[in-house]
């Protein structure tokens, strides 16, 4: 009697534990736009998302720690880093890709954060700061900002490679040019992102940077 090997075990892409993240981080984001950053508290991220609680400081260990995450992750899918060849193309698109996700209601939720949880002049003063009932926040929002800085980095890096940047062009200050006037014009209102902002702020920051190292 001819003997069948064993079919392999088919087990589910993900499994359980990722599929308890992806929960939790959408409720995490849920709770973020619609109650904002100070009223979101483990207790409530995990009833949303359906889990225990002790799960939920099992996996991230503190709330400010599952809020970075949950940043991270809607940033992640909300800007994306372009590839299209040259630097001029890759600022613009990823400044659009940032205004894009400014608009949207877990954007605006993750500014808003920021705002409440940023340490700079005129942030943590009052008396719903995020900063003044929270340092850790502060904390989670810097860790949030240097890992955008790190994964869009290479936009600046792929320029010098590619000799349209010079070596030691400064990659922070580079992206925080592009992205400042487009978090402030979505953040206060004040001024509409108008649809040709991304080229010209793309061209602002190269202007700036190949004249500031050629002079």
Not at 70 to 88: E, N, Y
Not at 113 to 132: E, F, K, N, Y
Not at 187 to 201: N, S, T, W
Request: hydrophobic letters at 45%; one cysteine or more; aromatic letters at 4%.
């Amino acid at each position: 009697m001819t003997e069948h090997a064993p079919e392999p075990i088919r087990r589910r892409p993900g499994g359980r534990a990722a599929r308890v993240r992806q929960a939790v981080l959408a409720a995490a984001l849920d709770v973020l736009v619609e109650e904002g950053i100070t009223r979101l508290t483990v207790a409530g991220v995990a009833a949303r998302a359906g889990v225990n609680e002790t799960t939920v400081y099992r996996r991230w260990g503190s709330r400010e720690k599952l809020v970075l995450d949950a940043m991270l992750a809607g940033s992640d899918d909300g800007i994306p880093v372009p590839d299209t060849g040259a630097v001029r193309t890759d600022l613009a698109a990823f400044a659009r890709a940032l205004a894009e996700y400014l608009a949207t209601p877990a954007g605006r939720a993750v500014a808003q954060a920021a705002v409440l949880s940023s340490d700079g002049p005129g942030a943590g003063t009052g008396p719903d700061s995020g900063s003044a009932r929270d340092p850790e926040l502060a904390e989670a929002w810097q860790a949030f900002w240097r890992s955008r800085l790190d994964q869009a980095g290479v936009i600046v890096s792929r320029a010098v490679e590619r000799g349209e940047l010079p070596a030691g062009t400064d990659t922070a200050l580079a992206l925080e040019l592009l992205c400042a006037p487009v978090q402030t014009r979505a953040l206060l209102g004040h001024r509409p992102i108008e649809p040709d902002l991304p080229e010209r702020l793309a061209d602002l920051v190269l202007d700036g940077l190949r004249g500031g190292v050629g002079g």
